[in-house]
């Protein structure tokens, strides 16, 4: 079994940080790709950033420029910048993991960002 455990949300005023940080742990092989997603009351969920184990990255639009994505062999952050209300969401983390030969699909239990005007 895999795990994901997230941590570092709460609560910010518009224009600050927050940082991510997303662990995985349990029978891992090997992780490809790394991704953190968010949704938004009433809205669908979304996909903010992903890295792949070989480094390369892709940003959905609204954040591009200010969050940052990185990640270590089982381990990822996302560096969140100048903050706007509209960031507010469940941000949640998504592996892609090799695990007792096959490759599944594991999410973390989300953790609330919350941008305050």
């Known amino acids: 079994q895999v795990q994901l455990v997230e941590s570092g949300g709460g609560l910010v005023q518009a224009g600050g940080s927050l940082r991510l940080s997303c662990a995985a742990s349990?029978?891992?092989?090997?992780?490809?790709?790394m991704k953190w997603y968010r949704q938004a009351p009433g809205k669908q969920r979304e996909l903010v950033a992903s890295?792949?184990?070989?480094?390369r990255l892709s940003y959905a639009n609204s954040v591009k420029g200010r969050f940052t994505i990185s990640r270590t062999v089982n381990t990822v952050n996302l560096q969140m910048n100048t903050l706007k209300p509209e960031d507010t969401a469940v941000y949640y983390c998504?592996?892609?993991?090799?695990?007792?030969?096959?490759?599944?699909?594991?999410w973390g239990q989300g953790t609330q960002v919350t941008v305050s005007s």
């Open positions: 349990g029978r891992i092989i090997f992780i490809t790709s």
């Open positions: 890295i792949t184990s070989g480094g």
């Open positions: 998504n592996a892609d993991v090799m695990s007792g030969g096959s490759l599944n699909d594991y």
